[in-house]
């Protein structure tokens, strides 16, 4: 490839832009340590649920396709997706859990 983006940051940039309706706010960064790689994904919080999709489907399916991506260069390759800045979720451990008895709404 011409330019020095490695390729899972490249095809995830390109992957994401394709989906969202924000293409100019989408932002990985990649931190490579002794697990692996880690892109972390920055997008428009209007585009959460674009990534995420249904239950997490697409989010699933991305991750999916890093790996193979990963394998065919030889690397670990995780995905983490930023909450964006503004969001009216609170942060994990605060959200209640199906097995406590309340539902999300």
Known sequence: MPNS???DQEF????VKSLV????DVKV???VD???VLLSLHVNAQDMGQV???QGATAKSIRSL????GVKNNARVNLKIEEPEGSTR????????PEDGIQEN
Request: hydrophobic letters at 30%; a neutral charge.
């Open 5 to 7: 983006t490695p390729a």
């Open 66 to 69: 890093l790996k193979i991506v």
């Open 21 to 24: 309706d924000h293409p100019e």
């Open 34 to 36: 002794e697990m692996g």
């Open 29 to 31: 960064d990649r931190k």
């Open 90 to 97: 609170p942060p994990h451990a605060e959200r209640p859990r």
């Open 12 to 15: 995830l940039e390109y992957l």
């Open 52 to 54: 995420v999709g249904r």
